[in-house]
Structure formats: structure tokens, C-alpha cells
């Protein structure tokens, strides 16, 4: 006789609450090691610095933040840009994106590339002007956290000094006597510096050294408003000063770059290096480093008020398209605090953090840049703000001349006539 089919077992309520409680921890589980596993990437431009930021200054944000992972994506100064643009159009980017001053930042997020951050309550740990470089036309919308500016200076070596009897120049008369007693040695190059890169014969030589003579950010904002022009005295002057300061550089200069300027004073050919704070790192790092001093732009005469250098460098934004918005939310939070200005210092020597907190700086050559912002008015490159917006040639207008100007190519008087029709061709006076 066939026996009658059972019906289906039912399973017991303790079954069922053991499945669903395996079920939940299983659940729970797989969202914590999402959690674990989420990765934050870092666009950047600044390749040469990859190894402190993975071994300094990315664990000193893990110590508070242990469940992200972050990573750097570096690529050559040059083809920064270039290569970022084509990430974000195919949706590649990393989640968080160095910013550069000015312009190209401001160009991404007119662009929606990047993630308005104003309502950010952590970015009134920075002055009004040091958010200027990453915010709108009108200064009301913000775009990326203000990280790090730069200084340029000059480096020099204190045994070719000492052997020569010379001091740290304080007025630009000095300086000069000082790079003729180098020269008249013939032992060693007065000025370890070439014009083969011309942005460095702008950006060092022309910004580093013109604040002096149009007033710091007097000079720059007489500009804007129209009250000056680039063929006033005050501007003509700075060109006509690199004329001068020509006469003392390698002859074969127009052949020599940034790499081969460092290295004639790394290799204590050349007794004075004029060059960025971003150059302290190479600096610090060779046999010859505890023989390095640096001065300041020396203004003409002692008496006078004196103006340096202090760029805006790097910001850092949020990528819109990132998966992972609270925690690029919870880097950027990071960098607004004391923690992030003290890993910044203490591992990227040259780059001075531009919150409020007072920092320790250890690096002698870093420390003493610094302290030319206690000592001086400090304003930024004259063309970035607006003017560069304006005429978008001028950045690279100004490199070809100043590097022109060094080479004899071009009188001071025909370099300020150029881009003064340039300006008033593109720019409005505000």
C-alpha cells in the first residue's frame, strides 16, 4: 500500500531566528568590509612629492580616519591638466582633485566638475583672502579647501660667502655688488639660472622681484582698477632689472633649465640660486645642504617697505562624480585642522599651509621664508586674479618676454608695451 506523502517539514521558530540572524550578521558583515575597502583617490600634479604624501601625510589622516584608504594619482606638471580634463570627460577621475589657482580651478567647476563646498563650516578656519584663488568671480561661491602657497626667494651657498667675504644682500644695491664680486672672482657663477624655461624667468624672477617696486598688492590692485598700467615705471623698472641681472647668469643660459640651474648650485658651481620654496626638498636632501641660507628680494633701499612672494599654490575639491562623497567630505574636513598644517610643514618643506593655526617649522631654509611673512607685506603673482581670466595668453605672454628680456632679444620698454596693449585689449578695468 503506497504510503501517503508527508507534508513539508516546518521549521522551527528557533531555525528561523538562527537563519535570520545569520542572515543579518551576514548583511552587517558585507557592509563593514565595504566600509573597509573604500578608496579615496588624490589627482595631483605635485609627482615629486607621491612618496611623502603615501608615507608621511596620507597615515597621519589614517590615524583618525583608519576605515579609508587613500591614494595619490600623479601626474607630470605639464600634463596635469590636459590629463585631468580627459579623465573627467570619460568619468575616470579620482574622487578628490588638486586645485591649481585661479583659473584653471575656477574653469572645472564652471564646468560642474567640481562640488561646491561653501556651506563647509571648516572654511572659517581660513582668512577671506586666502580662499580667493578657489572661489567664484564674486567671491560667494567655494570650490575647492585652500591648502598650501609658495615662496621665491634667493638660495646661496654660505661657504662661497664666507670665502668671499659677502653678506646676505639687504638692499638691491648690494645684491648687485655682491653678484659683481662673484663674477670678478672667477671661481665661481654669480647666478645659478637659466632662461630655457621661461616660466621661471616670470614666476621667480619677475613676480619674486617686482613687489618691491610696484607696492606689493598696491601695485597688483592699481592694475585691476585701472589707476596703473604695465608701462608705468614701477613694472618697466622690474623688467629692466632682469636686463641687469642677465649679465650675470651662465652664458650658455638660453640652454638651461630649472633641472640644470639646480644643479649648477647643487654642485656648488654657482653661488646664488634664485628659485621657489618648492625647491627646498631637492635642497635639503644634498650633501651640501647644511651650507644653504636663503634672503628675500631685497628692496631698494633699507628704509623702504618690504614686499615678498607668498603664492597661493594648491587647494584640493571634491570630484562630482565621486561614489564616495562623505568621505572625500571627511579629507577635506581634515585638512582644514592643526593636524594637516603640521604633516604639511613637517613633510612637504616649502609649502606653508594657509590656515590659521600657528605650526612649528623645522627645516631651516622653510623656517626662514616663513619669517619674511612677519617682516613684510606679502602678495601674490600680479596677473592671477582676473587678469589672467581676462586675456587667457597672458601667463604665457609673461613668460616670453621676461625670458626674452634675459636674453637681450627685447628691451624692458618693448616687453611692458606688449602686455600692456595685450591688457587693455581683454580686460576691463573692475
Not at 668671499?164 to 648690494?174: A, G, I, Y
Request: proline share 7%; with cysteine.
Amino acid at each position: 500500500m503506497k504510503q501517503p506523502r508527508r507534508p513539508p517539514r516546518q521549521g522551527t521558530s528557533t531555525q528561523i531566528g538562527v537563519v535570520l540572524v545569520f542572515f543579518v550578521f551576514s548583511l552587517l558583515s558585507w557592509s563593514f568590509a565595504q566600509a573597509q575597502s573604500e578608496v579615496l583617490k588624490l589627482e595631483t600634479w605635485r609627482a615629486d612629492d607621491e612618496a611623502r604624501w603615501v608615507n608621511q601625510i596620507i597615515p597621519a589622516f589614517n590615524r583618525t580616519h583608519p576605515t579609508t584608504k587613500l591614494f595619490t594619482l600623479p601626474s607630470q606638471a605639464i600634463e596635469y591638466d590636459a590629463n585631468l580634463l580627459d579623465k573627467l570627460a570619460k568619468n575616470t577621475a579620482g574622487d578628490l582633485i588638486t586645485c591649481r589657482p585661479f583659473d584653471q580651478s575656477l574653469n572645472l567647476y564652471d564646468k560642474g566638475h567640481l562640488k561646491d563646498i561653501t556651506a563647509m563650516p571648516e572654511l572659517r578656519r581660513f582668512r577671506s583672502h586666502s580662499k580667493i584663488a578657489w572661489t567664484t568671480y564674486y567671491a560667494d561661491r567655494v570650490f575647492c579647501m585652500p591648502v598650501a602657497a609658495v615662496m621665491t626667494g634667493f638660495f646661496y651657498n654660505t661657504q662661497i660667502f664666507k670665502e668671499l667675504n659677502l653678506r646676505p644682500p639687504q638692499t638691491e644695491e648690494e645684491l648687485f655688488a655682491a653678484l659683481q664680486t662673484i663674477k670678478a672672482s672667477k671661481k665661481y657663477l654669480p647666478l645659478a639660472f637659466g632662461t630655457g624655461d621661461p616660466w621661471q624667468a616670470a614666476q621667480v624672477l619677475f613676480a619674486g622681484i617686482g613687489p618691491n617696486y610696484w607696492n606689493g598688492e598696491q601695485g597688483r590692485i592699481n592694475l585691476l582698477t585701472g589707476r596703473a598700467k604695465f608701462t608705468d615705471p614701477a613694472y618697466v623698472d622690474t623688467w629692466r632689472t632682469l636686463a641687469k641681472l642677465a649679465d650675470y647668469l651662465p652664458k650658455n643660459h638660453q640652454e638651461i633649465g630649472e633641472n640644470g640651474a639646480r644643479k649648477l648650485f647643487l654642485d656648488g658651481q654657482a653661488a646664488i640660486y634664485p628659485a621657489g620654496s618648492w625647491e627646498i626638498s631637492f635642497l635639503a636632501k644634498h650633501s651640501n645642504a647644511q651650507h644653504f641660507g636663503v634672503f628675500a628680494p631685497p628692496p631698494k633701499q633699507i628704509k623702504h617697505n618690504c614686499y615678498v612672494l607668498s603664492h597661493f599654490d594648491m587647494g584640493i575639491g571634491i570630484n562630482v562624480q565621486t561614489r564616495h562623497p562623505q568621505q572625500a567630505s571627511a579629507f577635506l574636513t581634515w585638512l582644514s585642522t592643526p593636524e594637516f598644517s603640521q604633516a604639511l610643514v613637517n613633510n612637504l618643506h616649502g609649502f606653508f599651509p594657509l590656515s590659521n593655526y600657528p605650526i612649528d617649522i623645522n627645516e631651516p631654509l622653510a623656517k626662514e621664508m616663513a619669517s619674511w611673512r612677519q617682516q613684510c607685506d606679502t602678495t601674490i603673482r600680479i596677473n592671477s586674479q582676473f587678469l589672467n581670466q581676462a586675456w587667457p595668453g597672458l601667463e604665457q605672454a609673461l613668460w616670453d618676454v621676461s625670458a626674452r628680456v634675459m636674453r637681450k632679444e627685447i628691451t624692458p620698454e618693448e616687453a611692458a608695451t606688449r602686455i600692456s596693449n595685450g591688457v587693455e585689449k581683454w580686460f576691463k578695468p573692475i
